[in-house]
């Protein structure tokens, strides 16, 4: 098993589907970040803080939740309406993820659109494609893009809906849900306490009552039902965290771990894992020692540093 993140991976058959910009022609080797995880055990604790977030800096350049989205073209020509494709959402894949090389594309084009829509590849483009993107006047773009990032894990997922887009009719159970994520958000510490009392306050009850005939003060919580209505939304959420299957094998021959090891990482590959490895997880089989040392040298064959110290749980 293999940690990416916070997400447990589990590698076991069958190829897997998930949309990589990495079976794209359009994707050049030299494009792809060969930057690895760092490794606590040859850094001490001021030097893998310092390259961790020179690494989550560089991360920050490759807006999968944009290039997903995006065609690059090195050509601005406008073909005609029926030469316009538009995918098909359910089976849509990405053509990207990184910003391509201005030179060889010069021009941007949004896939959604059913309209010509570019952009030239210059800096700063990113943004203007993700504001493009998230545009709640535009049809139907915004919960596509809200849709597949969050379904894919891609950057920006987790982002609030816009403040400006569509607002749900108000119902009594989901203004619990959102004064719990305001008490969690505002805890301080020592200010928690104050937070949880505040349902208590009346001016507190005045406030959040007023215009609103549909809700009466017996609705609100207390502080003790505040209290195990935060505590039950982390449980749910704790319950909510699965590990992917990625893939099963059928393993020919000899189980041994160098065989093993070549086949993790066929898979690692094809799923575009290799290059946000985190721990290993394994039991006390005599060949998974040999197994994650031939990982090991595999991802530096690749270019990746890792080492088999500090990096597997067993």
């Known amino acids: 098993m293999v ?12 190829p897997t589907t998930i949309p990589t910009a990495s079976n794209s022609p359009l994707t050049e080797p030299s494009e792809v970040n060969h930057e690895a995880t760092p490794t606590c055990n040859k850094l001490d604790g001021h030097q893998y803080a310092k390259k961790l977030l020179n690494q989550r800096h560089t991360n920050k350049k490759s807006a999968t939740d944009v290039w997903f ?27 990207l993820d990184r910003k391509p090389d201005p030179k060889k594309y010069p021009h941007l084009r949004c896939r959604l659109c059913l309209v010509w829509k570019t952009w030239s590849n210059c800096d700063g483009v990113t943004g203007t494609i993700r504001a493009h993107l998230k545009d709640p006047n535009i049809s139907q773009h915004l919960p596509i893009y809200l849709g597949i990032t969050k379904a894919l894990s891609l950057k920006h997922h987790d982002d609030e809906i816009p403040r400006d887009g569509p607002r749900e009719t108000f119902k009594a159970e989901a203004w619990l849900e959102w004064l ?6 505002d805890d301080q510490a020592c200010y928690m306490i104050q937070s949880v009392n505040v349902v208590d306050v009346p001016e507190f009850c005045d406030f959040v009552l007023f215009g609103r005939e549909d809700v009466t003060e017996a609705q609100l919580p207390h502080w003790s039902a505040l ?12 319950d909510e965290l699965k590990g992917i299957i990625k893939a099963f094998r059928i393993v020919e021959g000899a189980h041994d771990g160098e065989h093993l090891g070549d086949i993790i990482f066929a898979i ?15 039991d006390n089989a005599i060949n ?9 040298f595999l991802l530096n064959q690749e270019g990746i540093e890792y080492s088999e110290d500090g990096n597997c749980v067993q």
């Open 69 to 95: 989205f995006i065609e690059p073209l090195k050509a601005d020509a406008q073909p005609p309406p029926e030469g316009l494709l538009v995918p098909d959402i359910a089976t849509m894949k990405a053509i």
């Open 3 to 14: 940690t990416t993140g916070t997400t447990e991976t589990i590698c076991a058959t069958g």
């Open 288 to 296: 998974n020692n040999t197994t994650l040392r031939r990982l090991v």
């Open 268 to 282: 690692w590959k094809e799923a575009g894992l290799l290059h946000i490895l985190g721990q290993f997880t394994l």
């Open 180 to 185: 719990v994520r305001w008490i969690v958000v």
């Open 227 to 238: 209290t195990d209505l935060i505590a039950a939304s982390y449980k749910k959420r704790h």
